[in-house]
């Protein structure tokens, strides 16, 4: 019988930012209850079901091909995997409506993580999604997000469209993101190139690694420096931006799918590390904590990022903003911080000491310990 | 001429709001336009009409209009909904069965039962998926009469009601449809059966232990047991 | 012809289907002539503004309303907002944004 469930409709482990972000959640979540239930998205060589000490995960693993007849079917499932705690659980900690719902049903406290609306989000990956459609995925989050006990948020942005949706404001908590310190002597990656510039993360189109290879094409009398991408997705997928640095002639080293622990020593070896996040409704209205503008900043690299309110809230003055969506501009700024490395250097210590002070997961999951504080308070 | 107003009004009724007036029932087979035209008759019927002989039958604007609303929704173009509508209530001599005697022990002398049925409101529609959609629903009322005697010789007589409600839904699926037991059981008090054969059926019973209480109850628990026949399939 | 988008029916949920002449000015859906409700908006948009001028958004109304008690009272949360086939259809495998990737497990509904 446990006390705490965490649900997400997500793959877990992965090599994504957000497999890193349950970790971390999940883990206070399980210290402070002495373990619990966690149900998440199996597939591959994932086990269906795994027990470390006083937490039990739990994988959804039936194949549905249609996403949202996948998303109930775990709704369903996830319900099912709850039913036999029913009496014993005090709270719920979820990312979805889809897990939110089963969860209400349990009558547990309700903690809704927030880092990403599915009503502005899924058009980008799913651009047939009608706005009636739309329209009753938003009511569900209302309804979800009005009955939370505490709304835990990523970002001040997020926090209007959170409050938009019903969620009363003393009711939601902000936890940024965070990135783990890292050590000064990691040892550099056996195949990494002499000097280049990195990019890491997954490749949606409002990442804007377009925008990063045009603008590498701009710098192509810089013939000792390559672009490294470090993408969280298969070659497949990112078969449309390979043919995009192809046809640009672009140095650029693809890395797939490599483990999170080693990504740190390629930040960390990197002169710079490139956020290219463009200007759209996902990343202006929804906004993000994206982990790889945290990573870097810890590994003490140092970061050019788009000009975006919730990259100003990460980087502060610690890193170099230019306007997003500006190939030209990005490029004149990655030439300049190149051409000046005892700067970039500085900017890059100054970024991890600004980390190591405060936004660390450590500190993430101490601002969390207070929002289950209070939920328990309450 | 006494009432010569209101009995214009009613002239220019829907015949079977006319029908409902004068003998609290009908039953008629139309298609979902006219039963429009019969609702909108019925929604007049407040602002006009006042001599209470004259009123409309209690249900027939509060139970009966929404669920002719909400079936009429599902009838589309070709379908047609039959009602056979009887709101002269269970106290009518022809619904009561004879009373008959049960047996007693002292101190009682006699003892009578009567059955009263009231099947008072019968739909059938053929909805545009292709199935078919009975619903039926009947009061039943058991009336008991004692007559005790007591020590001192004085007589008494007792009489005790019991109202039950029952709510049969039919749901007869459409050509070559299979039915799916639903994720989510349906609650304990409605009984639902699958019956197999060329075109299969849902059926779904409850029986109400006591009567709805208010006209938004009864007529949820009747598109309750109607919902839950349309569960099980995918 | 754009056939109209405007979900009728109490039990069985269906698109209308008739010939489109307008597109709601609230959601964008497309309306034929019959469920142009108050405001030329679609009956569900006036229905949520409590316009129930239009004997569709009454309907809508109704059947929101009936279909939010009946969902609390199952706890069935597929219930509630009762996606139909159109919904489903924008999330059919071949619809996605990128067409040409092998099932890589990454169908997460946000990204952090």
């Known amino acids: 019988?446990?006390?705490?469930?965490?649900?997400?409709?997500?793959?877990?482990?992965?090599?994504?930012?957000?497999?890193?972000?349950?970790?971390?959640?999940?883990?206070?979540?399980?210290?402070?209850?002495?373990?619990?239930?966690?149900?998440?998205?199996?597939?591959?060589?994932?086990?269906?079901?795994?027990?470390?000490?006083?937490?039990?995960?739990?994988?959804?693993?039936?194949?549905?091909?249609?996403?949202?007849?996948?998303?109930?079917?775990f709704s369903r499932w996830a319900a099912d995997r709850l039913a036999p705690h029913r009496?014993?659980?005090?709270?719920?900690?979820?990312?979805?409506?889809?897990?939110?719902?089963?969860?209400?049903?349990?009558?547990?406290?309700?903690?809704?993580?927030?880092?990403?609306?599915?009503?502005?989000?899924?058009?980008?990956?799913?651009?047939?999604?009608?706005?009636?459609?739309?329209?009753?995925?938003?009511?569900?989050?209302?309804?979800?997000?009005?009955?939370?006990?505490?709304?835990?948020?990523?970002?001040?942005?997020?926090?209007?469209?959170?409050?938009?949706?019903?969620?009363?404001?003393?009711?939601?908590?902000?936890?940024?993101?965070?990135?783990?310190?890292?050590?000064?002597?990691?040892?550099?990656?056996?195949?990494?190139?002499?000097?280049?510039?990195?990019?890491?993360?997954?490749?949606?189109?409002?990442?804007?690694?377009?925008?990063?290879?045009r603008a590498f094409a701009r710098l192509a009398d810089r013939t000792d420096l390559t672009l490294v991408v470090c993408s969280s997705v298969s070659p497949a997928r990112a078969r449309p931006l390979r043919r995009l640095g192809e046809r640009l002639g672009v140095r650029i080293q693809w890395e797939h799918q490599i483990p999170h622990a080693d990504v740190a020593a390629w930040l960390a070896h990197a002169d710079l590390s490139v956020a290219p996040l463009t200007a759209g409704p996902r990343n202006l209205d929804q906004g993000c904590s994206p982990i790889k503008v945290w990573e870097s900043m810890a590994a003490g690299t140092a970061v050019v990022a788009s000009d975006l309110p919730v990259i100003r809230e990460v980087l502060g003055d610690h890193g170099r903003l230019v306007p997003p969506d500006r190939p030209a501009e990005l490029a004149r700024a990655i030439r300049v911080l190149l051409e000046y490395p005892d700067a970039c250097r500085e900017l890059g210590e100054r970024a991890r000491r600004h980390v190591e002070a405060g936004f660390t997961w450590k500190h993430a999951r101490a601002r969390l310990a207070d929002v289950y504080d209070r939920v328990e308070a309450h | 001429m006494f009432w010569r107003k209101q009995k214009a009004a009613i002239a220019g009724f829907h015949p079977l709001h006319q029908a409902l007036i004068f003998e609290r029932g009908f039953a008629a087979t139309h298609p979902a336009a006219e039963w429009s035209a019969l609702a909108a008759s019925l929604h007049r019927h407040a602002g006009l009409i006042r001599r209470s002989k004259w009123a409309l039958p209690h249900r027939a604007i509060d139970v009966f209009l929404p669920l002719l609303a909400a079936v009429c929704e599902d009838l589309g173009p070709k379908g047609v909904l039959a009602v056979t509508a009887d709101l002269r209530g269970i106290h009518v001599p022809a619904k009561s069965h004879p009373a008959r005697d049960i047996p007693v022990r002292p101190p009682a002398r006699s003892a009578t039962e009567t059955w009263s049925i009231d099947p008072w409101l019968r739909l059938h529609a053929g909805l545009r998926d292709g199935s078919g959609l009975d619903i039926l629903v009947v009061d039943r009322q058991r009336l008991r009469r004692v007559t005790k005697r007591g020590s001192s010789g004085k007589t008494k007589i007792k009489r005790k009601t019991q109202l039950t409600q029952l709510i049969r839904v039919r749901r007869r699926l459409p050509r070559?449809?299979?039915?799916?037991?639903?994720?989510?059981?349906?609650?304990?008090?409605?009984?639902?059966?699958?019956?197999?054969?060329?075109?299969?059926?849902?059926?779904?019973?409850?029986?109400l232990p006591r009567l709805p209480q208010s006209a938004d109850e009864q007529v949820d628990r009747i598109l309750t047991v109607a919902t839950e026949t349309f569960r099980w399939t995918r | 012809m754009t056939p109209c988008a405007v979900t009728t029916g109490f039990f069985t949920l269906g698109k209308c289907g008739q010939m489109a002449v307008a597109g709601c000015p609230a959601c964008g859906r497309a309306v034929c002539a019959d469920h142009l409700a108050d405001g030329g908006m679609c009956p569900e948009c006036a229905a949520a503004r409590r316009q129930f001028g239009h004997p569709a958004a009454a309907a809508a109304a109704r059947r929101r309303a009936y279909r939010h008690r009946q969902a609390q009272y199952y706890g069935d949360a597929g219930y509630y907002s009762g996606f139909d086939d159109y919904d489903r259809a924008a999330f059919e495998p071949g619809a996605a944004a990128h067409q040409d990737y092998l099932d890589d497990g990454d169908d997460a509904l946000v990204d952090s």
């Not at chain 1, 959640?25 to 000490?53: H, I, K, S, T």
């Not at chain 2, 299979?178 to 349906?186: I, K, N, T």
């Open chain 2, 176 to 207: 070559g449809v299979a039915g799916a037991r639903p994720q989510v059981p349906p609650p304990a008090w409605i009984g639902v059966t699958l019956r197999d054969g060329e075109r299969r059926s849902v059926l779904a019973a409850a029986k």
């Open chain 1, 87 to 213: 009496d014993t659980l005090e709270i719920c900690h979820v990312r979805d409506p889809w897990g939110a719902l089963p969860a209400l049903s349990t009558g547990a406290r309700l903690v809704y993580e927030a880092n990403g609306l599915p009503s502005i989000e899924l058009p980008y990956a799913w651009p047939l999604a009608a706005p009636s459609t739309l329209a009753k995925i938003r009511e569900r989050e209302e309804r979800c997000l009005q009955e939370a006990d505490a709304v835990v948020v990523p970002s001040r942005v997020i926090v209007k469209a959170v409050t938009g949706r019903g969620a009363a404001p003393d009711r939601v908590h902000l936890v940024p993101n965070g990135a783990d310190p890292v050590p000064a002597d990691v040892p550099r990656p056996p195949t990494a190139p002499d000097r280049y510039v990195i990019y890491v993360g997954a490749l949606q189109p409002w990442q804007g690694v377009d925008v990063l290879l």
């Open chain 1, 1 to 73: 019988m446990h006390r705490a469930a965490y649900l997400a409709f997500d793959r877990f482990p992965s090599a994504k930012g957000s497999a890193v972000h349950i970790r971390h959640m999940a883990a206070e979540l399980f210290d402070r209850y002495g373990g619990g239930l966690l149900c998440v998205l199996g597939g591959g060589e994932l086990p269906a079901y795994q027990r470390e000490g006083g937490v039990e995960i739990v994988r959804f693993t039936d194949v549905v091909p249609n996403l949202l007849d996948r998303a109930e079917a």
